[in-house]
């Protein structure tokens, strides 16, 4: 899948990540096309995509992380790539590790990068531990999907994904949703053991969220977009 005539295109989705989103972009594989989607930055976020090479998709306002994706997903389909591989603008995705999704990608219509298969594993908080030990559980009961890292956006997407997710994408919290949804549209999901490390610059989205509220949400959105998808394709 990762041979020469394979277009794939990286998708960097990008709030306010000036600090971090030019040394993310120097990382890049030479001959590999990416595109970052400003989500309404007000920083030189755009600027700096520009300087380093990259496409830029500027959304006209904030819409969050999952639109975000989906733009650049929509991107990927319209024009034809083969695949698309997500990574975050904020430096945590290594470019290095890009070639284990890409070797895995014959495998799945969507690849997830695990940061938590190997033998250290990540260093995360335990309230981080306990979320993702939570969603796997409702991913694994209510949508028989079977992932360790439900949360990672460092993920690979095959053709059938991307044709999906160019007509129905989650805003709310798009990582675990995702997941459901393309196992109700008869998807096929797997993961690949991926080094991460922490953000290079910028602050994150969630922090501050109470996390049993931020639990009770995503698993209410998880069940009604699977129960959602699964109708629609019927």
């Known amino acids: ?101 890409l070797d895995s990608a014959s495998r799945a219509d969507i690849v997830v990068g695990t940061r938590y298969r190997g033998k250290a594993g990540f260093q995360s908080t335990a309230l981080r531990r306990l979320g993702s030990w939570w969603l796997r559980v409702v991913l694994r009961l209510v949508a028989r999907v079977r992932v360790t890292d439900p949360t990672s956006g460092f993920r690979l997407y095959g053709k ?9 994408y989650p805003y709310d919290y798009p990582e675990p949703e995702s997941l459901a949804i393309a196992r109700a549209a008869g998807l096929t999901i797997d993961e690949v053991e991926v080094a991460m490390r922490d953000r290079q610059g910028g602050r994150s989205s969630i922090a501050g969220w109470a996390p049993g509220y931020y639990m009770f949400k995503v698993t209410i959105a998880v069940v009604l977009a699977f129960v959602r998808a699964r109708r629609r394709s019927r």
């Not at 600090?19 to 930055?41: F, K, T, Y």
């Not at 059938?160 to 129905?168: H, V």
């Open 1 to 101: 899948m990762a041979g020469g005539d394979v277009r794939v295109l990286l998708i960097i989705p990008a709030f306010n990540e000036e600090a971090a989103l030019g040394g993310l972009l120097a990382e890049l594989p030479a001959g590999m096309e990416a595109v970052v989607v400003d989500d309404g930055s007000v920083d030189r976020t755009a600027e700096i995509a520009k300087a380093g090479g990259a496409r830029v998709l500027r959304l006209p306002h904030n819409l969050g992380i999952g639109g975000a994706v989906q733009a650049g997903l929509r991107l990927a389909h319209r024009e034809k790539f083969d695949c698309a591989i997500q990574l975050d603008g904020d430096g945590q995705h290594p470019p290095s590790e890009l070639p284990r999704l």
């Open 160 to 168: 059938r994904a991307l044709a999906l997710f160019d007509e129905t």
